[in-house]
C-alpha cells in the first residue's frame, strides 16, 4: 500500500474548549484568537503554505485538525487546572476580553486576575494527544 493514502494520526493534538453559553459570533471570535498563539509556541505545527493551480500562493496552516470543544464554566476551570498542572502550551480568553479593543488591554485584562479566579469564555492546548485528552476529559465536541 502506498504510504500516501495511509491516514495520518498525529501524536500531538490541537484543542480549543468553549464555554457552552457563548453566542456563536463569540465562539467563532474566541476560537480564532486562541489557535493563533499556538503556531508561535509550536511552529512545527504549522504546514506549507498552500498554492492553487494558478500560482496563487495562500498563508500556511495547521498541519493537524483543530478539535474544538464546550462545556460549562466548571469544567472549563478544570481544564484550565489540568492544563496547568501539566505544563502545555496555552491560550486563554477571558470573558473580560470581550470589553477590550487591542492586544494592551486584553493581556492587562488577564494579567489583573489571579488564576484560579479567571472568568474563562474559552482555552487552546496544545500538546500531545494523551495529555491533551486527559484535559478536555469531560467536556463534548462542539455540535
Known amino acids: ?3 500516501d493514502s495511509e491516514p495520518v494520526r498525529f501524536d500531538t493534538k490541537i ?6 453559553d457563548l453566542e456563536v459570533w463569540q465562539r467563532l471570535n474566541v476560537a480564532s484568537f486562541l489557535v493563533s498563539g499556538i503556531g ?4 512545527e505545527v504549522i504546514g506549507e503554505p498552500y498554492a492553487d493551480a494558478d500560482g496563487t500562493e495562500y ?3 495547521f498541519r493537524q485538525p483543530v478539535l474544538i470543544f464546550e462545556g460549562g464554566k466548571e469544567t472549563l476551570t478544570k481544564a484550565h487546572e489540568r492544563a496547568i498542572s501539566r505544563g502545555v502550551a496555552l491560550s486563554v480568553f477571558t470573558a473580560d476580553l470581550f470589553a477590550t479593543g487591542n492586544d494592551r488591554d486584553n493581556r492587562a485584562a488577564v494579567r489583573a486576575v489571579r488564576a484560579a479566579d479567571l472568568d474563562l ?3 487552546a492546548v496544545y500538546g500531545p494527544r494523551g495529555v491533551v ?3 478536555v476529559k469531560g467536556a ?3 455540535p
Not at 484543542?15 to 457552552?20: G, H, P, S, W
Not at 508561535?40 to 511552529?43: D, E, K, L, V
Open 15 to 20: 484543542a480549543v474548549l468553549l464555554r457552552d
Open 1 to 3: 500500500m502506498d504510504s
Open 59 to 61: 498563508l500556511p496552516m
Open 121 to 123: 469564555a474559552g482555552m
Open 40 to 43: 508561535q509556541r509550536a511552529p
Open 133 to 135: 485528552d486527559k484535559i
Open 140 to 142: 463534548r465536541m462542539h
